[in-house]
């Protein structure tokens, strides 16, 4: 089968399950893994022939992008600040408001002293994207970064390896850990935070395949992570250390009342850039 003909068979497989656009990036996605192709090549090389091993690569792509699994989950990985990530079921796929979240402690940490050893810690960690990038960007600052799950932690020290940097990664419950070893300067957090009454907004490709584990918390207690790290952050940052979280854009009043209830100062509320409630940043002395 020709390239071109292809991608209309591939269009019409999934033009009810997924908009337009989103097929367009799919199809893109998959030519460049499976065929080395660009989407140029589409223009000019409409009659390619695709050999019949690769259209059935391509067609068990197609299956499980019916069944609304994240086409980063089909093949691997993702990108993230301009970084490959290894992906797979048992981690968060990135998203593009926590890229906003590194991007401001980047900026944050160079107004504060780029040359100072900074030492900063990623509680929840998932892929590693957020430890690992700020790494990359801030190669003097030690970094560390905690999760609760032992298979998130192997791809995340996988992630490691592939961006070339040095993060220590600690198995720690978060949730039944009173005192950490050591000081940080700065503490990063992106906990779960989805309620179980918004699961209705959740899109089935998450669903069905991101883990419950790393998305959601019960109605009655949507703070619970947010108020166990304020009150480790309170014992584990150094002087006029900074604590930064995403948080749940409906939640942003509540989460600043509860950092000023327990002392933090300073506390900056962000939007993304979908115009949602998104980032905190407070401070403590």
Wanted: proline fraction near 5%; charged fraction near 25%.
């Amino acid at each position: 089968m020709q390239l071109k003909q292809y991608r209309v068979y591939f269009t019409k497989q999934l033009e009810n399950t997924y908009p337009q656009t989103e097929i367009d990036t799919f199809f893109f996605l998959v030519i460049e893994e499976y065929l080395s192709l660009q989407r140029i090549d589409l223009v000019l090389q409409p009659t390619f022939e695709i050999p019949s091993d690769k259209i059935k690569l391509l067609d068990e792509v197609l299956v499980r992008l019916q069944k609304e699994e994240p086409i980063q989950y089909i093949l691997g990985k993702t990108e993230f600040y301009g970084l490959p990530f290894y992906v797979n079921s048992n981690t968060l796929i990135p998203r593009p408001e926590t890229e906003e979240l590194v991007e401001w402690i980047i900026k944050e940490i160079e107004v504060i002293d780029r040359k100072k050893l900074l030492s900063i810690l990623d509680i929840g960690t998932g892929t590693g994207c957020i430890p690992i990038s700020l790494k990359k960007y801030l190669p003097s600052a030690n970094v560390s970064a905690i999760d609760v799950s032992e298979e998130a932690l192997r791809v995340a020290k996988q992630n490691a390896v592939l961006n070339n940097v040095e993060v220590s990664f600690i198995h720690l419950d978060i949730l039944q850990t009173e005192n950490l070893s050591e000081q940080f300067d700065v503490i990063v957090s992106n906990p779960p935070y989805v309620r179980e009454l918004e699961k209705v907004e959740i899109k089935n490709n998450v669903l069905k395949n991101e883990p419950h584990l790393a998305l959601f918390v019960e109605d009655n207690n949507p703070l619970l992570f947010y108020k166990k790290i304020a009150d480790l952050a309170k014992k584990q940052l150094t002087k006029n250390g900074v604590l930064f979280f995403e948080i749940n854009q409906y939640l942003g009043k509540e989460t600043v009342e509860m950092l000023k209830g327990k002392g933090f100062t300073k506390i900056e509320l962000r939007k993304d850039l979908f115009g949602n409630d998104r980032m905190i940043k407070a401070c403590f002395s």
